[in-house]
């Protein structure tokens, strides 16, 4: 008996990487699985089905039931499109788990319009299409679900170089707290993962140069993954979870004690107070 028997779920961008490790996770534990991915590269630039395929039939050849498919997630018909996939496919839809993603890495002030746009649109937007499409579908399944998006440090610590990126991971945090608050009365979880990995959309950066060979495997993510998704964490909600290799460390905005007075603070007074203010 796998934990996910019985279950149908959705992993974006699945073709490779920390999404390929997710879905073969999921399938592993039951689960049937829509393999979604566009099949581009790391910048989101071409196409094709033989990512989406492949992974498909990794999942088949170990008995697991699986159904890919190619639409975009960075539009509103693309979630829905890939939502409809899993009802056709198999007849409900239990899990989403919102993993696609491109880099477009640049400085401020070497970023252009399309780097931003192209960013936010896979990443912000899209975890935003393929949740709308998929919490309906579970809201009128009435028995409800779990959602598992993808956040990073850039975006909740900050990264040289990935404003577009750290801004649309920072976006996807504000969003998980958001539909957590709003989707539990239907029975529908949504938390997310914030994976320190090596796959090809980081296997260059400077950060990674000197790792030791599956020092930061993505396989390390899909554990987690399968937990959120399984009744194991039926109830955690609105978390967030750092996995770097074998570590996991729950993540949480945290506030000061801070310093209160009578009256309006002055800008001198705060310059006086500002060590108090910022101590934890």
């Not at 039926?234 to 729950?250: C, E, M, T, V, Y």
């Amino acid at each position: 008996m796998g934990l996910l028997d019985g279950k149908v779920a959705i992993v974006t961008g699945a073709g490779g990487g920390i999404g390929r490790c997710h879905a073969l996770a999921l399938a592993k534990e039951g689960a049937k699985v829509v393999v979604n991915d566009v099949g581009g590269d790391r910048s989101g630039s071409g196409a094709g089905k033989s990512m989406a395929d492949t992974v498909v039939d990794e999942i088949r050849k170990m008995g697991g039931k699986a159904a890919a498919n190619y639409d975009s997630v960075a539009t509103m018909a693309g979630g829905k499109n890939i939502v409809k996939s899993a009802l056709d496919a198999f007849g409900r839809l239990d899990i989403l788990v919102n993993n696609a993603g491109i880099l477009r890495d640049k400085t401020l002030l070497k970023m252009d319009e399309a780097m931003w746009d192209s960013v936010i649109a896979v990443h912000l937007k899209g975890t935003f299409a393929c949740t709308h499409a998929a919490a309906t579908a579970m809201k009128d399944q009435g028995q409800g679900g779990r959602i598992i998006n993808t956040s990073s440090t850039s975006g909740l610590l900050g990264m040289f170089g990935q404003s577009n990126y750290g801004a649309a991971k920072a976006g996807i945090a504000g969003f998980t707290r958001v539909c957590a608050l709003e989707l539990v009365k239907y029975g529908i979880t949504v938390n997310a993962v914030v994976p320190i990995a090596k796959t090809r959309m980081t296997e260059d950066l400077p950060r990674y140069a000197n790792l030791k060979e599956g020092e930061l495997d993505p396989a390390f993510i899909s554990p987690v993954v399968v937990f959120l998704a399984s009744g194991l964490g039926k109830d955690i909600n609105g978390k967030f979870f750092l996995i770097r290799g074998p570590h996991i460390s729950a993540m949480e905005v945290k506030t000061t004690e801070g310093v209160g007075k009578e009256g309006m603070w002055t800008p001198q007074e705060i310059a006086q107070n500002i060590s108090k203010i910022m101590a934890w």
